[in-house]
């Protein structure tokens, strides 16, 4: 009864501020609590690709505000343009702005073949002047190659990728490895368990089997790969597979985080 007549006689100016003061304790709490269950990383990335579900995939980052490292190729797309002109410029601009990363695929999405003589290596662009021609490429050509990305990007957002670039196809060998740590870019592929399986046939690998191998596969430290769009898969992993597997690894404990592993992350 004490209680009751206190709170009768309480100022309506009080009983706000003390009312306020609760909820910010509970709200605290629940942050508190969410931030305690999210004790294992991992590292979304997404390649370029034919860029059919960038639209979709930017969404769901967005609603699931969760942030990935995109690597860049100017690749072939699905209007019919490249993944790096103009015509991109806003949709890469948004991802800046929404604190994203960015790294290098090389610029003409250019595959390792071989090693060469005299610590060269042989490459063969997808695109380009070069497409389909097996090169041969120096340090200094390579170097061009991986950097072009980031000139570019700087042209279209006034924005530099991080110092990171991954090997179209994940295909590498350790004297490509040190030309681009030469040229001051950090290789960064992928890990088994991050392969999301979305250029596998969809026949054969259905979304629902690669979205329940993911979720259950996946560990602390893994970074996954998957693509901005895919031309051969039928049944599009985006959006089918993506926001369910971030919800799923949220609730194993996962926090969603940036490369270079050594960056300041951004997203949880």
Known sequence: MGVSIKMKCMSHPAFIRITAVLLLGCFSLSVSAQTAQCNKKVYLTFDTGNMAVAEKVAEILKRQNVKATFFLANEKTFRDDFSLDDSWRSYWQERVKEGHHFGSHTYDHTYFVKDGPKGEVFE???FGSKAGMTVLYNEATMCKEIRRVDQRFQELTDHPIQKIWRAPGGKTSPTLIRMGNMCGYEHIGWDPA????????????????????????????????????????????????????????????????????NSVNQSK
């Open 124 to 126: 063969k662009p997808q």
């Open 194 to 261: 991050g392969f999301l399986g979305d250029e596998l046939s969809s026949d054969k690998h259905p979304n629902s089997t690669l979205l329940d191998k993911a979720s259950r596969n996946i560990k602390d430290g893994d970074i996954t790969m998957a693509h901005l769009g895919i031309w051969s898969r039928k049944d599009p992993w985006a959006p089918a597979v993506l926001e369910q597997l971030i919800v799923n690894l949220k609730a194993r404990g996962f926090c969603f985080e940036l490369l270079p592993k």
